[in-house]
């Protein structure tokens, strides 16, 4: 999306696209998934746990983080990450509301 096109959207409108976007690769919810598995911080471990390179891994999680759905900290020389739970809470809320406003018609093209 063009950066001149997003003013014309809401603020909630433009930070859940940028989170869909980014979720919006299998090896990021396979991240997603194994953070929420293990209910923890993750220092290293999403290799194993995902198959990929480490390169690949941590390329898929500064995506995540720049788009606000992970946090990491420093923790010696590795990084551990995990949920943001405010921002996964706002994820929750926005998509609860945006799925719940279809209701099904009785007869459509």
């Excluded at 746990?49 to 946090?71: D, F, M, N, P, R």
């Excluded at 994820?91 to 719940?100: V, Y």
Aim: aromatic share 8%; glycine share 8%; charged share 20%.
């Amino acid at each position: 999306m063009g950066a001149s096109k997003t003013e014309i959207f809401t603020a909630e409108q433009n930070r859940l696209a940028i989170m869909l976007k980014a979720l919006a690769h299998p090896a990021r919810i396979a991240i997603i998934q194994e953070l929420i598995k293990a209910n923890a911080c993750i220092c290293g471990d999403l290799v194993n746990e995902v198959g990929l390179a480490q390169a690949t891994i941590s390329q898929h999680l500064k995506a995540l983080k720049e788009a606000g759905i992970i946090k990491g900290t420093v923790d010696g020389v590795s990084v551990c990450y995990c949920i943001d739970e405010t921002v996964w809470k706002f994820f929750e809320q926005e998509l609860g509301a945006f799925f719940g406003k279809y209701k099904p018609m009785n007869s459509c093209c």
